[in-house]
């Protein structure tokens, strides 16, 4: 566990390199920024050994960039006893979408075991636990766990064998100088305890300062992440707006086709209205010449009518002239054929949709 100092160190710093904002500014994404942050205060909390950078990191294919880092070592219990593993963490561009990279980074005194199931002589390091990594379940801490284990399995690192110093002659004149001691006078007291306290004030600001920043900067990010969220809601909403002028636009389109089709029908029945008789029939007002015209009205009629029955039926039963068992075996016989009719009608008034599509396109091409 790191101690609360260091702790807030690590959080002032971090809190000041995500928040930069232009040229200086790390190339993570922006909504992704506060998911780091935790991300690695969980691992320094939990392994003070390591600490967090920012260091130059360069590609495979040149490029450079300034990524953040956790630097340190990690223990590793082998054979009862607990050794310290140096390794680094570098945050890649991606992260936390994609996996970090990580090296084992030895000192003067180590060197890569030959062959190592999981360590190239590099020292880059590959194991299930990055291969199968998941941005919404892993993390740093869970790595350097599976990390100290693995390790512990086969040790990446052995120490390399130095021949003992040989002993150099001793040269000296044969006496030793004696120390001399000096007091210091009032003055030069005075003045010391003063530049100290003046010290400690300043340290004592820039503390305080740090931590308005810190309360700055969590602010920053915290509004950052509301108006995330508020952008996702607008786009949501745009989409809505679009998918309905679409829908709007379609009916608008149906709504044409079928002015212009009466307007085509006003113009070919104009002036007949005054040859028909008086007395005329209205159910022989409208004469279908067509065959899907007669089947729609056909079964509109019948499913109207169904429609009436069914209300009429519902009206004897709750006024007690129709027993439940009539009513519910005659009910689901004409919805049944109510069901048929209504089909029917769809069908035929998809037929009719695509003949009149055709014959609208057909009258302007013309």
């Known amino acids: 566990m790191a101690p609360p100092a260091k702790m807030q160190e690590i959080q002032q710093f971090l809190s000041s390199v995500l928040s930069q904002r232009g040229p200086s500014a790390l190339p993570y994404a922006e909504n992704t920024k506060w998911l780091i942050r935790q ?10 050994s390591l600490e ?11 490029r450079s960039v300034i990524l953040l880092q956790a630097d340190g070592t990690i223990p590793m219990p082998f054979q009862g006893v607990s050794y310290n593993i140096p390794i680094v963490i570098w945050l890649l561009d991606s992260y936390p979408l994609y996996p970090p990279c990580v090296y084992v980074n030895p000192t003067r005194d180590m060197i890569i075991k030959r062959p190592h199931s999981n360590v190239s002589p590099s020292g880059l390091v590959s194991f299930s636990y990055l291969q199968n990594w998941n941005h919404r379940s892993s993390n740093l801490i869970e790595l350097a766990a599976h990390l100290s284990a693995a390790f512990s399995r086969e040790p990446p690192l052995y120490s390399q064998r130095r021949l003992p110093p040989s002993p150099s002659p001793s040269i000296g004149s044969g006496y030793a100088r004696p120390i001399q001691q000096r007091t210091d006078d009032a ?5 010391k305890n003063a530049i100290n306290k003046i010290v400690e004030m300043v340290q004592g600001d820039l503390v305080l300062m740090g931590s308005g920043r810190e309360a700055e900067a969590e602010g920053l990010l915290s509004l950052q992440a509301g108006l995330k969220r508020r952008e996702e809601e607008i786009n949501r909403g745009l989409k809505e707006m679009v998918e309905e002028k679409e829908t709007l636009e379609q009916q608008l389109q149906v709504i044409a086709m079928n002015t212009d089709v009466l307007d085509s029908w006003i113009r070919e029945n104009k002036g007949k209205a005054k040859n028909l008789l008086v007395d005329l029939d209205v159910d022989d007002a409208f004469d279908c010449i067509e065959t899907l015209s ?7 009629a019948l499913d109207l009518a169904i429609e009436d029955v069914v209300y009429s039926m519902d009206k004897s039963f709750r006024g007690g002239a129709l027993p439940f068992d009539q009513y519910l075996r005659n009910v689901r016989l004409l919805s049944r054929e109510q069901f048929f009719h209504r089909a029917t009608a769809e069908k035929v008034r998809a037929v009719q949709m695509d003949a009149q599509v055709a014959s609208i396109a057909a009258r302007l091409h013309s």
């Open 52 to 62: 967090p950078k920012t260091a130059t990191f360069t590609h495979n294919d040149g």
């Open 39 to 48: 991300h690695l205060l969980n691992l320094i909390s939990s392994y003070s």
């Open 187 to 191: 003055a030069e007291v005075y003045k």
């Open 294 to 300: 007669k089947q729609m009205l056909e079964c509109t």
